[in-house]
């Protein structure tokens, strides 16, 4: 299924790496941004990227300076390692760029609130794509959630997937996603999904308390996520050392609400206390960053400042929530030693 927006916006992005070629897709797909300029550390791989997309009439830098004082850019699509968000995205504002920067936004929560501050100060936008909270399948689970909330008693939420870089990690190489340098680990990465289903489903948790299966050099590659709610809790596993088929699990006294998976759902049903499971019917866009870019490009067209503040304070939580879950294990960023 294809959804469409309506004005295109001039987009700049740094990183290279496939995830950015999908937002690029979802941008041009749905008529909502419009490739313009690309950011790289090296020139050839910034030209394989606008070849692999088949484009042309594209601007390069090599340089970050040269590339946010360009004007062929209004907003920036920033998929770098985590460690690099905070820097590019302070410059790109400085800059008076609109920033979409990939989850999480920052390595610390200090990091988060100087972006916000400057973002307020310079009048522009800092959009945290949280991809799959803007798919319409996530909006049928919300709808659920806040049709079924008097009967809400918890959930479990999993999202573990064995990652393809965690071959090089054994194989004695340091991919950045398994580095406190880069701000990595499964709670950085996969876990953010699962923390913004909490949040956007249910709130603010009182009490957060993470358990990490730690890997050799101090980032964890694995753990659970316990959110204590006034009246209810919600356990997270979240890993990228393993693959899990467990699904995520939304209890509502004898129902239960079951998605297929925490971080990219494709599937909702619902099961009653005879074991009977009834499936939702749903949509899901062939590009998951689909719904997202439609979204962020609406919000910056129209100047929906109301709705960017919702998202903004989803984008807080989770990131203090994060940096909470972080400090109950002991788990210390590279970044936190900056200050
Ligand atoms: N929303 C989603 O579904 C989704 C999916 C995957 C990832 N992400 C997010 O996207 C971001 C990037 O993740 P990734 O796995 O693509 O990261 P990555 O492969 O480690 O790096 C992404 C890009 O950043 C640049 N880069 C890599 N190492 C660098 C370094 N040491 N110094 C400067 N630049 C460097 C590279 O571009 P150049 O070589 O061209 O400079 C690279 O293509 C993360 O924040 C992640 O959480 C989101």
Redesign the pocket.
């Known amino acids: 299924m294809k959804i469409r927006g309506d004005l295109m916006i001039n987009l700049g992005i740094?990183?290279?790496?496939?995830?950015?070629k999908?937002f690029v897709n979802a941008g041009e797909e749905t008529d909502s941004f419009k490739l313009a300029h690309v950011?790289?550390?090296?020139e050839s791989?910034?030209q394989s990227?606008i070849d692999d997309l088949s484009k042309s009439n594209i601007s390069i830098s090599t340089d970050l300076e040269q590339f946010f004082s360009s004007n062929d850019f209004d907003a920036v699509y920033i998929?770098?390692?985590?460690r690099?968000?905070f820097k590019q995205a302070k410059m790109a504002i400085e800059h008076g760029k609109n920033v979409i920067l990939?989850?999480?936004s920052a390595s610390n929560i200090r990091e988060f609130t100087i972006l916000d501050q400057l973002a307020h100060q310079k009048g522009v936008y800092m959009i945290e794509?949280?991809?799959h909270i803007h798919e319409p399948i996530f909006k049928k689970v919300q709808e659920y959630v806040d049709n079924n909330r008097e009967q809400l008693t918890g959930a479990t939420i999993s999202y573990m997937k064995y990652s393809s870089?965690f071959d090089d990690f054994l194989a004695g190489k340091k991919?950045?996603?398994f580095t406190t340098d880069?701000s990595g680990g499964a709670l950085?990465?996969l876990g953010?999904y699962t923390v913004y289903d909490a949040v956007v489903l249910f709130g603010q948790p009182e009490e957060v308390k993470y358990q990490p299966e730690f890997l050799e050099d101090g980032i964890d590659g694995s753990g659970s996520l316990t959110l204590k709610y006034k009246d209810f809790d919600v356990n997270i596993i979240v890993g990228k050392t393993k693959n899990s088929y467990l699904p995520t699990e939304i209890y509502f006294g004898k129902k239960t609400l079951l998605l297929d998976n925490g971080g990219d759902i494709t599937k909702v049903s619902e099961a009653d206390d005879k074991k009977e499971i009834k499936e939702i019917p749903t949509t899901k866009s062939d590009n998951?960053?689909d719904s997202e870019a439609i979204e962020f490009a609406r919000i910056i067209n129209e100047n929906d400042k109301a709705a960017y503040d919702k998202l903004f304070e989803y984008a807080r939580k989770v990131n203090r929530i994060l940096e909470q879950a972080r400090m109950s294990a002991g788990l210390v960023f590279e970044a936190d030693k900056e200050y």
């Open positions: 740094i990183g290279t790496n496939w995830i950015t999908q950011y790289s550390r090296t791989k910034a990227f998929a770098s390692p985590n690099l968000h990939e989850k999480p794509a949280a991809r870089k991919p950045n996603v880069f950085y990465d953010v998951p960053m």
